[in-house]
């Protein structure tokens, strides 16, 4: 965020947890709480941006690798409906492989 907000763009940030942005302060910045499982709501938020750049993660936890599918699938969905065609995607996810934690990093440009 601080790169693309620094080169002059304008960013709006959809979060789980707005406070953890509140020390970052930009006038071309917007946080927004969001849940990005709701593409109704993620489209809205969507309209007018030409691009998504998400860097979703979720802790070990938490639902791995169907989690991202889920957010994925309601991304492009909602992209399609606001007219975004770009998305950055950068997400990474958590796995024991006996007993080798194993963090894994994903990194796709899509142009469609």
């Given at each position: 965020m601080k790169q693309a907000l620094a080169a002059g763009h304008t960013v709006t940030a959809l979060v789980r947890t707005p406070e953890k942005l509140a020390a970052l302060?930009?006038?071309?910045?917007?946080?927004?709480?969001?849940?990005?499982?709701?593409?109704?709501?993620l489209a809205a938020h969507?309209?007018?941006?030409?691009t998504v750049l998400s860097c979703l993660g979720f802790k070990p936890e938490k639902p791995a690798v169907t989690g991202y599918l889920a957010v994925t699938k309601s991304m492009v969905g909602a992209m399609g409906t606001a007219g975004v065609d770009r998305l950055v995607v950068c997400h990474s996810w958590w796995g024991c492989r006996q007993g080798l934690i194993l963090h894994l990093l994903v990194l796709t440009v899509l142009y469609y």
């Amino acid at each position: 965020m601080k790169q693309a907000l620094a080169a002059g763009h304008t960013v709006t940030a959809l979060v789980r947890t707005p406070e953890k942005l509140a020390a970052l302060q930009h006038e071309q910045l917007t946080v927004t709480k969001c849940d990005v499982m709701d593409q109704e709501q993620l489209a809205a938020h969507l309209q007018g941006c030409d691009t998504v750049l998400s860097c979703l993660g979720f802790k070990p936890e938490k639902p791995a690798v169907t989690g991202y599918l889920a957010v994925t699938k309601s991304m492009v969905g909602a992209m399609g409906t606001a007219g975004v065609d770009r998305l950055v995607v950068c997400h990474s996810w958590w796995g024991c492989r006996q007993g080798l934690i194993l963090h894994l990093l994903v990194l796709t440009v899509l142009y469609y």
